[in-house]
């Protein structure tokens, strides 16, 4: 759940919501460069290297800390391949898994020097016949798939993700008539992973399909490494999913001589539990059968319990010393109706003014974030291994939204 460091310390969340208005996105620091570390001791010995998905927040300021941790890049598209260049990140750090990319996308890439992981039989062989190509990574579909839901399971059959596995040796094949080496394989089974052995599994299946490339360099197994959302659930332990995965690595490395680097490639995991949402209650009303918390934010600015029906933790940090002895839902200022943020959730009696912390909001908050309704962004604040606090995003305001949104739209009064 949240950071221990934040939940210890509501009187400061309550400064901070003073200082800088609500709704704010807080991130700690500290725990940010613990959970690197810890990623990285787990597989202590053997050639493991680390890229951190920046969809999950691809705040510079905290890419900036995962980058200084010695991690990589996980990116999805040419946007955040440009994004992590400007913060430093070297090319040969960027993993790029495309989607559906365009013909652009893919020469920026190219000319870029980054690592290109193709998922479709067809866009490899756009990319087989640009002159100026050599090798590239190719997406695997395992057919085992997992996710906290079904939006995020990216592994079953019929996903859109991946080259079908009886389509390999033909990719292959086609490749190399076109002068391209397969150094690479990669495979992402989903987000939020319910069931570890899935993805032992689907390393077997990509340890497998790799013996059949003479070329390969990189073995990538993909992230969705989960977190506890709810108070009541076991942490996923990276130390028990690394005894697992070890034999495995150490039989394929054994079996070419060491001369294999493997990836994973963690977001949600490293951090969704440093960050927190901040929201003031400006409305308490009772409908009856339901009581609602009105708050200055919505699903605008936190997607996933309305795209994912996901649940986090609900902390009144205004009376985190009271009982909690009410029931409330906490609903946002977004005009729909499925603008819930919790359900049903058990917190001292609250009043208008308090303060909310939504946890474990690190990970897809501000990356998901949109102006919906025509609304700000929450501003974002970094607290740092000393205990002091850096605005790293200053929140709009209203005249600024709509000035920038009329100059975006090429209006002015005489269009």
């Given at each position: 759940m949240?950071s221990?460091k934040?939940?210890a310390?509501?009187?400061?969340?309550s400064?901070?919501a003073?200082?800088?208005?609500t709704?704010l996105y807080v991130?700690?620091?500290?725990?940010?460069?613990e959970r690197?570390?810890k990623?990285k001791k787990a597989f202590?010995?053997?050639?493991?290297s680390w890229?951190y998905a920046?969809?999950?927040?691809?705040?510079?300021?905290?890419l900036?800390?995962v980058r200084?941790?010695?991690?990589g890049f996980d990116?999805?598209?040419?946007e955040?391949?440009?994004?992590?260049?400007k913060?430093g990140?070297?090319?040969?750090?960027?993993?790029?898994t495309?989607n559906?990319?365009?013909d652009?996308?893919?020469?920026a890439a190219?000319q870029?020097?980054?690592?290109?992981?193709i998922?479709s039989?067809?866009?490899l062989e756009?990319f087989a016949?640009?002159?100026?190509t050599?090798e590239?990574?190719?997406r695997?579909?395992?057919?085992?798939?997992d996710?906290?839901h079904a939006k995020?399971?990216?592994?079953?059959?019929?996903?859109k993700?991946?080259?079908?596995?009886d389509?390999i040796p033909e990719?292959?094949?086609?490749?190399?008539?076109?002068?391209?080496?397969?150094?690479g394989?990669h495979?992402?089974i989903?987000?939020?992973?319910?069931?570890?052995?899935?993805?032992t599994q689907a390393?077997?299946?990509?340890?497998d399909?790799g013996?059949?490339?003479p070329?390969?360099?990189?073995?990538?197994f993909?992230?969705g490494?989960?977190?506890?959302?709810?108070e009541?659930?076991?942490?996923f332990s990276?130390e028990?999913?690394a005894?697992?995965?070890k034999p495995?690595l150490?039989?394929e490395?054994?079996?070419?001589n060491?001369?294999?680097?493997?990836?994973?490639?963690p977001?949600?995991?490293i951090?969704?539990?440093?960050?927190l949402?901040?929201?003031?209650?400006?409305?308490?009303?009772?409908?009856g059968?339901?009581?609602?918390?009105g708050?200055?934010?919505?699903?605008n600015?936190l997607?996933?319990?309305?795209?994912?029906?996901?649940y986090?933790?609900v902390?009144?940090?205004t009376?985190a010393?009271e009982?909690s002895?009410?029931?409330?839902?906490?609903a946002g200022?977004?005009?729909?109706t499925?603008?819930?943020?919790?359900?049903?959730?058990?917190l001292?009696?609250?009043?208008?003014?308090?303060?909310?912390a939504?946890c474990?909001?690190?990970a897809?908050?501000m990356?998901?974030a949109?102006?919906?309704?025509r609304r700000?962004?929450p501003s974002?604040?970094?607290?740092?291994?000393?205990?002091s606090v850096?605005?790293?995003?200053e929140?709009?305001?209203a005249?600024a939204?709509?000035?920038?949104?009329?100059?975006?739209?090429f209006?002015?009064?005489?269009?």
């Amino acid at each position: 759940m949240l950071s221990p460091k934040l939940i210890a310390s509501p009187q400061k969340l309550s400064e901070l919501a003073n200082a800088y208005g609500t709704p704010l996105y807080v991130y700690d620091s500290t725990l940010l460069r613990e959970r690197c570390n810890k990623l990285k001791k787990a597989f202590d010995g053997l050639p493991v290297s680390w890229l951190y998905a920046i969809k999950a927040n691809d705040n510079p300021h905290v890419l900036k800390i995962v980058r200084e941790q010695g991690f990589g890049f996980d990116t999805v598209s040419f946007e955040e391949v440009l994004l992590s260049l400007k913060v430093g990140q070297q090319p040969g750090q960027i993993f790029y898994t495309e989607n559906n990319m365009t013909d652009e996308e893919m020469l920026a890439a190219v000319q870029a020097g980054v690592i290109l992981n193709i998922g479709s039989f067809s866009r490899l062989e756009q990319f087989a016949k640009l002159p100026q190509t050599e090798e590239c990574s190719i997406r695997v579909n395992p057919q085992i798939g997992d996710g906290h839901h079904a939006k995020v399971d990216t592994g079953n059959r019929d996903s859109k993700f991946g080259i079908r596995l009886d389509l390999i040796p033909e990719a292959v094949k086609m490749a190399s008539d076109h002068g391209v080496k397969i150094t690479g394989i990669h495979i992402h089974i989903g987000s939020g992973i319910q069931r570890p052995q899935n993805l032992t599994q689907a390393m077997k299946v990509l340890l497998d399909i790799g013996r059949e490339l003479p070329d390969l360099k990189r073995i990538n197994f993909g992230g969705g490494f989960p977190i506890p959302y709810r108070e009541d659930e076991i942490p996923f332990s990276i130390e028990e999913f690394a005894e697992a995965a070890k034999p495995i690595l150490l039989e394929e490395l054994e079996r070419r001589n060491g001369d294999l680097v493997y990836h994973f490639e963690p977001g949600r995991w490293i951090v969704a539990p440093t960050g927190l949402l901040l929201t003031r209650v400006n409305t308490v009303k009772d409908q009856g059968r339901i009581t609602f918390l009105g708050t200055d934010t919505g699903f605008n600015h936190l997607l996933r319990p309305a795209l994912y029906e996901s649940y986090h933790a609900v902390v009144n940090v205004t009376r985190a010393e009271e009982e909690s002895t009410d029931e409330y839902s906490i609903a946002g200022n977004i005009c729909e109706t499925g603008d819930i943020l919790g359900e049903d959730r058990k917190l001292p009696k609250t009043e208008s003014g308090d303060i909310l912390a939504l946890c474990d909001a690190g990970a897809y908050g501000m990356t998901m974030a949109s102006n919906y309704n025509r609304r700000s962004l929450p501003s974002e604040v970094l607290i740092d291994d000393d205990g002091s606090v850096r605005l790293i995003r200053e929140r709009e305001s209203a005249e600024a939204i709509v000035s920038r949104f009329l100059k975006d739209s090429f209006y002015s009064d005489n269009s």
